[in-house]
Each structure stands twice: as structure tokens, then as C-alpha cells.
């Protein structure tokens, strides 16, 4: 089966959404519109923040020597909020929690982070054919204290672990695969919201997680701060 090149992803399970949202109660540090997708679908009102890539206050996406993938997916989610938070301050806005999210690919405690080109992408299809991984998955929401005198961050965090298991990939699956544009950009080479759903053989845990945002563990964190 060869697969159509991939249009730009407005959203799944609803139609195209328009941002920004009126009255936001939360900032979203990320770009990503699979979690833009995401948290229209769960209705919560945000504003997403654009989170800088390299130098002064960037987030350095690096593990630490002999952290565990899970240990340095919330690190990453952590960091992003904190990061978020302090960049809505610097810019003047309204005081709002801001959500952080990381989702890496796991194998064998290896992190199949977003491929360099398609060669590094048909790399880690084949060795994720056949087998289970991981999916990890954190959320983290940061807000300022309005109790203490010196008004620090707090942070609160989740994270998920999803099992999926992918049947065996044949070479013309995976160039087929390749020719499309969904591996570009996403953890593990593919996104199982799209044509790759039908290489996921079984998955227990969170599929919004393996999207990128377990919504779950994310409105758990948030409802404390929903207008009412």
C-alpha cells in the first residue's frame, strides 16, 4: 500500500479550530498543533508560547549521563513550563499556569528522538518492527505562588508509559512510509494518528500520550484552575 504525501495536520476527531482562544486559562509551551488539537478537544481555552530553540534560556533536550528515559521525559516537561512561565512574565502577560509536555519513543532504554532525515528515520522503523516499545510521556503545569513572600514556581507533573507494539515492517512498508511527511518532526519516526496506525499492533496505556499530550493526566493538573 503506498501512502499519499501527508497534508498539514489541522486537528483529528474535530474540525479545524481557530486560535487563539478569547479568554485563555492557560499558556501552552509548545508549537505543536497536535497538541493544539489536543486541548480544543478537551475544551480547555489556551495560548500557546513559542519556547526558544538555542542559546539563553533555551531548553537544552539532552539526557543526562544514566538518567532513565522517564526521569528525563518530566525533566523536559519541567523545564519547558518553567521556561514558559517565566517568558510570559518577561512579555507582560496575564498571569496563567503554563502546560509543558515531552514525548519520547523508547527501545530497550534508547531514546528514538525526532530523525534527522530519512535514513535515520528508516533506522529506527526497522527496530521498532515486530517488537514492543515504549512511549513515555510527561505533562507538567508551572504557576507562581501567590502565598509566599518571595512568590516562587511551583511545579506539578505527570507522566504516562504507553506499550505499543508494532507488527513486522517489510522494506517497502517503510519506504513507502517514508515517502510521506508524517515521520518528519516526530518521535520514533512516525505518528500513530496518521497512516502509521495501521503498524501498531496492540497498545495499552494512553493513545493521547503516544499522540503527544495525555489528556488524562492533563485536565487532572489543569481543572483546579478552569473558570467556572
Request: proline share 6%; net charge positive.
Amino acid at each position: 500500500m503506498r501512502f499519499k504525501r501527508a497534508k498539514r495536520l489541522n486537528g483529528f476527531f474535530m474540525s479545524p479550530t481557530t486560535f487563539p482562544f478569547e479568554s485563555p486559562v492557560i499558556y501552552l509551551a509548545s508549537q505543536s498543533e497536535r497538541r493544539f488539537c489536543l486541548l480544543a478537544q478537551a475544551k480547555i481555552p489556551f495560548l500557546p508560547l513559542s519556547l526558544k530553540s538555542e542559546g539563553r534560556g533555551a531548553v537544552r533536550e539532552v539526557p543526562h549521563a544514566g538518567e532513565r528515559p522517564e526521569d528525563y521525559v518530566n525533566r523536559m516537561a519541567r523545564a519547558k513550563a518553567v521556561v514558559g512561565l517565566r517568558q510570559s512574565r518577561l512579555l507582560g502577560l496575564s498571569p496563567l499556569p503554563v502546560l509543558g509536555a515531552d514525548t519520547e519513543v523508547v527501545l530497550a532504554d534508547n531514546i528514538f528522538g525526532k530523525p534527522k532525515d530519512a535514513d535515520d528515520a528508516r533506522a529506527m522503523l526497522s527496530a521498532l518492527s515486530g517488537v514492543t516499545h515504549q512511549v513515555i510521556s510527561s505533562v507538567a503545569l508551572a504557576t507562581m505562588n501567590p502565598n509566599q513572600a518571595e512568590k516562587r514556581v511551583g511545579v506539578k507533573s505527570a507522566t504516562v508509559i504507553t506499550q505499543v507494539t508494532m507488527k513486522p515492517l517489510s522494506d517497502a512498508e517503510i519506504t513507502d512510509y517514508l515517502v510521506s511527511s508524517e515521520w518528519q518532526g516526530k518521535a520514533g519516526a512516525y505518528a500513530i494518528q496518521g497512516c502509521a496506525g495501521s503498524f501498531v499492533k496492540h497498545l495499552s496505556g494512553s493513545f493521547t500520550g503516544v499522540v503527544g499530550l495525555p489528556l488524562f493526566e492533563t485536565v487532572t493538573l489543569i481543572t483546579p484552575y478552569l473558570r467556572r
